[in-house]
DNA sequence: TTATCATATGATTAATCATTCATATGTAGG
DNA sequence: CCTACATATGAATGATTAATCATATGATAA
């Protein structure tokens, strides 16, 4: 351990810690990819309607604005990465989130939302 | 509501309500700007080591890899954005997690990963 | 007050990504 | 089958961003 600061023995301990609970550099990867997919203000925007139920393309691109396109290739990076999941109905498919990790994350985001203005 | 699909009452009530939840859009950019701050592999992995403990960004740089400055800005992006927050300590700058919510964040995540391979 | 150490910052460049447009796929009804 | 409808996809491009290099700041100690 570099003696960087004056409290390198604690620092030590930390490290010890973090590098035997940090993830594959895989594992990082896909959780990184997630909140990527998430960190867009038009898909997190589309994730907030799904968080409220399921809903078909044209209403979701109803309720967050935008064209079909556009709303499409946000869903599946979306799906590509297991925010959300689909179905089809007859000629519809319908979206919804994916589990609820993903709506422990959405709540924890918006808790920690209030204390900005 | 258009007729988009089979079952346009269900999702009226399911837009009604996700459009009176939804934030406000510079609330959703907020949020947005959040996760986009984790979600570079370096970041998250500096997240994921300062949630073992706090840490000076020599030990950070020795934690993670890569050289003083990439870290000294994914330092001041993860803290522009109230992912951490730092405090002086002599010649040092200490980092830590800003706070539990982002602590929770990353336990959900790493949950959600199992699951995958 | 000068030298050194720890960290931060600005500018540049290369890579990544979102959006758009045009078109393709798949489903249902006639 | 043929048409219309709902959704998906590919290619192109303009915008965003991460990494690097060089330099600046701020603190300590001699």
Do not use: W
Not at 18 to 37: C, E, H, N, Q, Y
Not at 77 to 89: H, M, P, Q, V, W
């Amino acid at each position: 351990m570099k003696n960087a600061c004056e409290t390198p023995e604690e620092h030590e301990g930390v490290i010890k810690t973090a590098l035997a609970d940090m993830p594959s550099d895989g594992a990082i990867a896909t959780m990184a990819a997630r909140f990527k997919a998430i960190s867009e203000p038009s898909r997190l925007k589309i994730l907030l309607a799904l968080s409220a139920g399921e809903l078909c393309v044209e209403h979701i691109t109803a309720a967050v604005g935008g064209n079909q396109s556009a709303v499409s290739h946000q869903l599946k990076t979306l799906k590509d990465n297991r925010i959300i999941k689909s179905r089809r109905a007859g000629k519809n498919i319908l979206y919804s989130v994916d589990d609820d990790h993903i709506m422990t994350m959405i709540k924890v985001a918006k808790e920690h939302l209030h204390g900005d203005e």
